[in-house]
């Protein structure tokens, strides 16, 4: 079974500084992973994916992330964050089980970026 | 265009009434999804349809019914819910049903007196 585990669950951060939100995951078979950010009161808006390739993975907003097998981590950073980078933001691993495409979500981290 | 659209934004309904859900897409995607997501918490999947077909339901209770009338469409019918299902309910289309990228809709946001 997969799992993702999102260590923070608030990141505060000044506007222009660096930022990066943790993302591990587990799973048993190859795995596609995904970051979504979602804003208040709105639905989830995809930021980037790894499927294959190149392990750095570029977004948009400026974000990137990084596939590391051995350390089975996808981190997400940006360089200098934004005041409407504020937002819940969403890592998941998508799983082909043979029993259809399950999306497991980790529980979310609140990055809080201040003046 | 990856535009998945969710009527109504807002629903109050009561305990006895009955509801319905609604998400579309004219992305010609195949598989379509029903999350259900709690405050501070991450979505969780209650539905999957493939090809119009059912494929996945996670143990969802039976006031919880979804309908994919056509490949564009996807309704859950509501009935007799309880407070406790308030939530924000978000659709997802992806093109199949392999490991695909999901596109979400905006959500509505169901309250249940």
């Known amino acids: 079974a997969q799992s993702v585990t999102q260590l923070d669950s608030q990141v505060p951060v000044f506007e222009e500084a660096p930022v990066e939100l943790r993302c591990n995951y587990s799973s048993s078979v190859s795995v596609y992973l995904f970051w979504y950010v979602q804003y208040p009161n709105q639905g989830l808006q995809l930021l980037l994916k790894?499927?294959?390739?190149?392990?750095l993975v570029k977004g948009i907003n400026g974000f990137e992330a990084e596939f590391n097998k051995s350390q089975t981590s996808f981190h997400l950073r940006k360089p200098s964050v934004h005041i409407s980078d504020t937002a819940e933001y969403f890592c998941?691993?998508?799983?082909?089980?043979?029993?259809?495409?399950?999306?497991?979500f980790g529980t979310g981290t609140q990055l809080k970026v201040e003046l | 265009d990856t535009e998945v659209t969710q009527t109504p934004k807002h629903l109050v309904m009561g305990m006895t009434n009955k509801k319905s859900l609604k998400c579309e897409q004219h992305?010609?995607?195949?598989?379509m999804y029903w999350y259900k997501q709690k405050a501070k918490k991450p979505p969780e999947l209650m539905f999957v349809y493939s090809y119009e077909k059912l494929s996945i339901n996670e143990s969802v209770p039976s006031r919880f019914s979804p309908e994919c009338p056509n490949s564009s469409l996807l309704n859950l019918h509501l009935h007799a819910l309880q407070p406790e299902d308030s939530a924000l309910y978000l659709c997802?289309?992806?093109?199949?049903?392999?490991?695909?990228?999901?596109?979400f809709g905006p959500g509505t946001r169901l309250l249940v007196l």
């Open positions: 790894y499927l294959s390739g190149s392990t």
């Open positions: 992305m010609g995607h195949r598989a």
């Open positions: 998941a691993v998508s799983e082909n089980t043979g029993g259809g495409n399950k999306l497991t």
């Open positions: 997802a289309s992806s093109v199949r049903e392999a490991q695909e990228t999901q596109y």
